[in-house]
């Protein structure tokens, strides 16, 4: 859409038309917010779709997949690979499990390594933490999307990437229209 | 605006079906873990005792590469029970494969150890070990699957003391790494 034409249309807003942008605008962030809280039931997580920020797992995940976490009831294994929180940091990690300690009531512990470390992640646990527990995890990776998420990445380390997106996507919103 | 929803659906049609092509299940791959070496070594300055495995492994995972396999990582776990445990999971080495060529596994005593945070691992009887392998893909799920062929070992219950010296090095390097969280690869151990 050419400049002119652009400046013509906003010229012809009237009540009606800025009224029926900003329901559609609220229909478009509504429906974002139930699919997201639906995939958090569906699949058990609180965060379902995570981006990786670390390298610690290459040459499998680098920074910027994205990753799909399911957490339902089954007891984890080894080789699985965990999204899970430790004290004291704000990122959640995403490494491998490579010990599992499971005892007959159901509760267990594990042991977490990345790919790309020569040694397990004891170092990283908080201070006097040997293991990590089913309550520490956030979701299991059950599969991935390479790249997709570089974006987010890209907006949280260049804040004023971050308001060109978000200003040019409420200029589009705001313009976009229906063509009947 | 209409090719760019064009685009959008062409690409979300080629990532659906990658992820559907990572549900195909293959094939079973057979895996010969024999024969196998068992000992038990204590440690002076540690409570755990170092339970040490000498074994022969043999696999081709060159038939589970395709289009859509970005990596497998592969993983040789040791599954036991203890007093206090049930289940007992401890990857012993692993390997990352990245493509047919290094899907070929003939290894020669490769040695792998590890403890038990309980202890129990003198005498313990019905150790099984298994290869496995997490499929990573280049889009899709990441599926696991274990070889068949798993071998079934039991830790004796005397100790065994490494009189020879380069035993005695061995052994000395093997509770450096185990103190030190250091995970061994899967591959040929260097100057044995």
Redesign the interface.
Same mark, same amino acid.
């Given at each position: 859409m050419d400049v002119k034409q652009v400046h013509e249309d906003f010229k012809k807003m009237n009540k009606r038309q800025v009224y029926y942008q900003i329901l559609s605008f609220g229909m478009i962030v509504s429906s974002t917010l139930m699919i997201w809280k639906g995939l958090m039931v569906v699949t058990g997580s609180e965060s379902p779709i995570v981006v990786n920020i670390s390298g610690s797992m290459e040459?499998?995940f680098h920074r910027g997949d994205l990753l799909f976490l399911t957490n339902q009831e089954e007891q984890v294994?080894?080789?699985?690979?965990l999204a899970f929180k430790i004290e004291g940091r704000d990122i959640p990690s995403v490494h491998?499990v490579?010990?599992?300690?499971?005892?007959?009531n159901g509760t267990?512990i594990f042991l977490t390594?990345g790919?790309n470390n020569?040694?397990?992640d004891?170092?990283l646990y908080a201070p006097g933490q040997v293991w990590i527990q089913r309550g520490d995890v956030i979701g299991r990776?059950?599969?991935?999307?390479?790249f997709v998420g570089m974006v987010t990445i890209l907006m949280n380390e260049y804040p004023q990437f971050k308001y060109t997106v978000l200003a040019g996507l409420g200029v589009y919103v705001l313009l976009?229209r229906e063509k009947y | 605006?209409n090719c760019i929803s064009k685009v959008q659906t062409v690409a979300f049609v080629i990532?659906a079906l990658c992820?559907l092509q990572?549900l195909a299940e293959p094939n079973p791959v057979n895996v010969h873990i024999n024969p196998v070496v068992a000992n038990i070594y204590p440690q002076e300055y540690s409570e755990f005792d170092l339970g040490v495995l000498n074994l022969d492994l043999k696999t081709d995972l060159k038939p589970l590469f395709n289009w859509n396999v970005?990596?497998l990582?592969v993983?040789l776990?040791a599954e036991y029970h203890t007093k206090?445990?049930?289940? =007992?999971? #401890?990857?012993l080495c692993?390997k990352?494969i990245?493509n047919r060529d290094e899907a070929k596994l003939d290894l020669k005593g490769l040695t792998v150890w590890f403890g038990d945070?309980e202890n129990e691992l003198r005498g313990n009887e019905n150790i099984v070990l298994t290869l496995?392998? =997490?499929l #990573?893909p280049?889009?899709?799920?990441?599926p696991?699957y274990s070889g068949t062929g798993a071998k079934v070992i039991n830790f004796p219950f005397n100790y065994k003391v490494a009189t020879k010296l380069q035993d005695r090095r061995i052994i000395g390097k093997i509770k450096q790494y185990y103190n =030190?969280?250091?995970?061994q690869r899967l591959e040929e151990s260097e100057g044995d």
């Open positions: 040459p499998a294994r080894v080789g699985e690979i491998r490579i010990e599992v300690h499971e005892r007959e267990a390594k790919d020569n040694v397990n004891r170092g990776v059950k599969g991935f999307l390479p976009d | 605006m990532v992820f990572t970005k990596q990582y993983y776990t206090h445990n049930i289940l =007992n999971q #401890v990857v692993d990352i990245k945070k496995s392998w =997490n #990573v280049n889009i899709g799920f990441l696991r =030190n969280g250091i995970l």
